[in-house]
């Protein structure tokens, strides 16, 4: 399976190890936010500012869906 994978070519291998990159970023900065956020303690003024700015994007990418 896996030396079918390789065998398609250079582009596809390099897209997987930037993929693979992208993913590990990710992980490592969620797990570091994940464990400020622990030390200190939420007050509804911050939770009231994370929603308030994720729910337009959200909305956002909702409406471009649509159109596509």
Known sequence: LLGAWAETGPAALATAIRGFGAIALAYL???ELLREAHRK???PWLAATFFAG???FFLAAVVVRGRS
């Open 29 to 31: 900065v969620t797990e």
């Open 54 to 56: 994720f729910i337009p």
């Open 41 to 43: 303690r939420a007050s």
